[in-house]
């Protein structure tokens, strides 16, 4: 019995001499990380699971950059997006908005139905009054006739000088222009026959602008009322008042050349590059085929140095645009409107109706060369 509890005692030694050695673990703990690396493998398996955890955040890491990667993959399939969308865009577009959305293809189109019309559309504009407007458009709508055409002539005036020119007073008119633009009545209910097809102007004009001034497509009123006459004639002549309004605008945009009058003086001559500012405007946004026929002087006194000097100003600076044909002072002009007659019904064999004769022989052979 002694002898096993001698072997006991010693056996207890160890076991106290084995205890403090895990107590010592804090010294290698200061050593390399490798020798603890067997103590906690020998001990337990849930032990090995420690190293399990840096694991685990590398596997964190890992998924982060798996977050950032996924935006990489997505920019392939945004284009696929972008592609569906406008398709779908443009056909419901097309649907419900159908000419106005596509101005480059559905404007040709327009202005290829606009010009199929037969008729010629002249515009006699310059923004100055008194620089005989109304006088040449009308005899040389007289002029053409003559020459075996047939013409219509269109007051766009509010004052009514070209319907009057004709005998007709514009204060007894029923209907007129201002019944054309602002409520589509047919352009052959106010036509009305003389030496030439008149279509009649009133005092009502003046108003036009007013009651089109909320219109949709207001600028192509006057060019979808001729549209309806086209076939009936070989050319339109329009008198336009002296400005550059809306009635002037619809005119430039129904016509298919402008011819300028222009009184042989200074201050005349300066409105030339405000109408050329708003001829481009008309050829950027309504009528692209209107061009200037030529620029006529008129009211020329030869007698003058000032008018002379007012021909080679123009010519100088517009060259080839400006007519030959010259258009002098006659007294015959002033009369001829009294008798509610043209000058060429007037004074056929006079030089005021020579005038014009010459200046249509001109525009028939193609304007100025």
Do not use: W
């Amino acid at each position: 019995m002694q002898k096993n509890g001698v072997a006991a005692e010693p056996e207890e030694v160890v076991e106290a001499t084995e205890a403090p050695e895990p107590e010592a673990q804090p010294e290698p703990e200061q050593e390399p990380v490798a020798e603890e690396q067997p103590v906690a493998e020998q001990k337990d398996a849930p032990e090995a699971e420690a190293p399990a955890v840096p694991d685990e955040s590398a596997a964190t890491e890992i998924k982060v950059e798996r977050v950032e990667e996924e935006p990489a993959v997505e920019p392939p399939l945004d284009p696929e997006e972008i592609i569906h969308d406008p398709d779908e865009g443009r056909i419901s577009a097309d649907a419900a908005i159908a000419p106005k959305r596509t101005p480059g293809v559905i404007h040709t189109e327009q202005a290829a139905e606009g010009r199929k019309r037969h008729a010629e559309v002249y515009a006699f504009a310059n923004q100055k009054g008194g620089v005989a407007k109304t006088t040449t458009t009308l005899n040389l709508a007289v002029a053409f006739a003559e020459s075996g055409h047939r013409v219509l002539c269109v007051d766009l005036d509010p004052q009514g000088n070209l319907t009057m020119s004709q005998g007709i007073d514009p204060d007894k008119v029923e209907k007129s222009m201002f019944d054309v633009l602002v409520h589509q009545v047919p352009l052959t209910e106010i036509i009305q026959k003389r030496e030439i097809d008149i279509a009649v102007a009133s005092i009502d004009l003046a108003g036009a602008e007013i009651a089109m001034s909320t219109m949709i497509g207001r600028e192509r009123s006057l060019e979808k009322a001729l549209d309806a006459v086209a076939e009936d004639y070989d050319f339109v002549c329009i008198d336009t008042p002296p400005s550059l309004g809306l009635l002037t605008i619809n005119a430039l945009t129904a016509a298919d050349k402008v011819i300028v009058p222009v009184q042989c003086e200074y201050l005349s001559m300066r409105g030339l590059v405000q109408l050329q500012n708003t001829l481009e405007m008309i050829r950027d946004n309504l009528n692209p085929g209107v061009v200037i026929e030529g620029i006529l002087p008129t009211m020329l006194d030869s007698r003058t140095v000032h008018a002379k000097e007012a021909v080679e100003i123009l010519e100088e600076n517009f060259g080839d645009l400006v007519f030959k044909s010259r258009i002098r002072k006659a007294i015959k002009f002033a009369e001829a409107p009294v008798r509610g007659a043209s000058v060429l019904k007037y004074d056929p064999k006079g030089n005021a109706a020579e005038y014009y004769r010459d200046l249509a022989k001109e525009v028939l052979t193609h304007g100025a060369s």
